[in-house]
């Protein structure tokens, strides 16, 4: 098979990673890629946000089957365009990506399928938002509607830090994302990524992680796209894992279809898990970043099978093996992210790092350059490590860190302590 895989991230190499791993695979590509991903796929310099280009692409490519890590192609309907054309791509349409692009589509979805999620409010002007933040009163959660390349949501615990929020929204710091605004209830609780694909008809699981947004170790300072996580999370019991699937995934995929737009792809759920249970907090409808690198290390089954049967509504019988290890993540970024950070300077040591048993490290946003890898993003590697127990995992991939030489680089050295702090407690 000739696949196209469309992104640049470090998500998109553990993805790049896993499907030239499959044996039905004859050539890889990857638009536009970066140095880690050339070692597994051919880049290509295509504007993945022209549509024409793309389709032109897998027309002289023969690709039979595009892959769509990030989700704005997604919400700007790549996978709409790819399927007129008659080409087959892995991701949801442009009306069932509108889980992530839109916070009140989703809490609107929870209203009329009974999925567990936080009372809300929909609001179009500042007058009416604010006025409902001061009967709610705080701790209360602000959204902007849209896509905010996740700074759009404010946790805010006074009232006048919810009303500064509002008004900033509705003063158009988040553009069109902010035009509507969601306000939500606050949900007391531990939070956890939990991932499914689905076929439009049902969903099968994939895995929960553990994500880690702050920048700094102890949770502090502010929130980022991830700077680590780890996969099984202890804290998703059997008993959650059941009630997250019967209670929030399998209806979102009863609902979308009942609307008639049926929801094909990943849905990556964000979910408090709360005294009254699981709830759902948001949506994603691609795989998580960072999280999908750990969730491919763990992966023994072929993705490519999974991909194709969840575009051909075939995943009804369908299972996918997972290896008993955990594995975690460590983010390495430039020194300044998630502010203002320099590109181009030098990494060395990769090599050395990736012989420790386990680790396998994926690019984030590098390049090659005059044989060297450059700095060139804000996430730039992630160190991972499989081992029997987050704990080794931890040591493997800080142990594989440490051999890494880049003086403009830094990281958490924290990531997978809530694994183990309560490994650690007495029982
Ligand atoms: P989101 O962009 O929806 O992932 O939200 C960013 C972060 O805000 C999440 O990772 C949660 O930690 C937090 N959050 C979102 N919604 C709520 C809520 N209703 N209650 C408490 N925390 C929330
Ligand atoms: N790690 C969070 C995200 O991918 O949205």
């Known amino acids: 098979m000739h696949i196209l895989l469309l992104g640049s991230g470090g998500r998109e190499h553990a993805l790049a990673w896993k499907i030239a791993a499959s044996p039905l695979v004859t050539k890889l590509w990857c638009a536009p890629g970066n140095a880690g991903i050339a070692r597994e796929a051919e880049c290509v310099a295509l504007d993945i946000a022209d549509h024409p280009t793309v389709i032109n692409f897998c027309r002289n490519h023969a690709i039979e089957l595009v892959v769509v890590g990030p989700e704005t192609p997604l919400a700007a309907g790549i996978v709409d365009d790819l399927a007129a054309a008659g080409i087959k791509a892995f991701g949801p349409s442009r009306q ?8 009140g589509f989703t809490k609107a979805l929870c209203s009329e399928f009974g999925i567990p999620t936080g009372a809300y409010g929909r609001f179009n002007n500042a007058a009416d938002a604010l006025a409902h933040v001061r009967r709610q009163g705080a701790p209360i959660v602000v959204k902007a509607d849209g896509l905010a390349a996740g700074k759009g949501v404010v946790v805010a615990m006074t009232l006048a830090e919810a009303e500064a929020a509002v008004a900033i929204m509705f ?18 609780g531990r939070e956890i990524s939990f991932f499914a694909l689905s076929d439009g008809e049902t969903a099968i699981p994939l895995a929960s992680a553990q994500d880690h947004k702050r920048v700094f170790d102890h949770d502090q300072g502010p929130n980022t796209g991830g700077m680590g996580a780890y996969s099984p999370t202890p804290l998703v019991t059997a008993e959650i894992h059941s009630q997250i699937m019967q209670r929030i995934i399998l209806p979102t ?7 008639g737009t049926p929801f094909r792809g990943v849905l990556y759920a964000g979910v408090m898990l709360t005294t009254d249970g699981p709830k759902l907090f948001e949506y994603n409808v691609r795989f998580g970043d960072p999280e999908c690198q750990v969730l491919m290390l763990r992966m023994m089954s072929d993705i490519v ?39 181009g300077s030098r990494i060395e040591g990769l090599d050395e790092a990736s012989k420790i048993e386990g680790v396998e490290i994926f690019h984030g946003g590098t390049i090659f350059s005059d044989s060297h890898v450059l700095a060139n993003g804000g996430r730039v590697l992630n ?5 029997k127990t987050i704990s080794e995992a931890q040591r493997r991939a800080y142990a594989a860190v440490d051999r890494i030489r880049w003086s403009d680089g830094f990281c958490r050295r924290d990531i997978g302590w809530q694994a183990i702090e309560r490994n650690k407690a007495p029982k």
Request: net charge neutral; glycine share 10%; with cysteine.
């Open 383 to 387: 160190i991972c490590a499989s081992a």
């Open 96 to 103: 069932a990506a509108r889980l992530e692009g839109s916070k």
């Open 253 to 259: 995929v009863a609902g979308m279809k009942a609307r």
């Open 171 to 188: 003063d158009g710091a988040f553009g069109k994302a902010g035009s509507e605004v969601v306000i939500e209830e606050y949900l007391a």
């Open 305 to 343: 099978p999974a991909m194709l049967a969840a575009c051909d509504g075939q995943l009804k019988n369908f299972d996918i093996r997972w290896f008993d290890e955990s594995a975690l993540t460590v983010v390495m970024a430039a020194k300044g992210y998630p502010g203002d950070y320099k590109k």
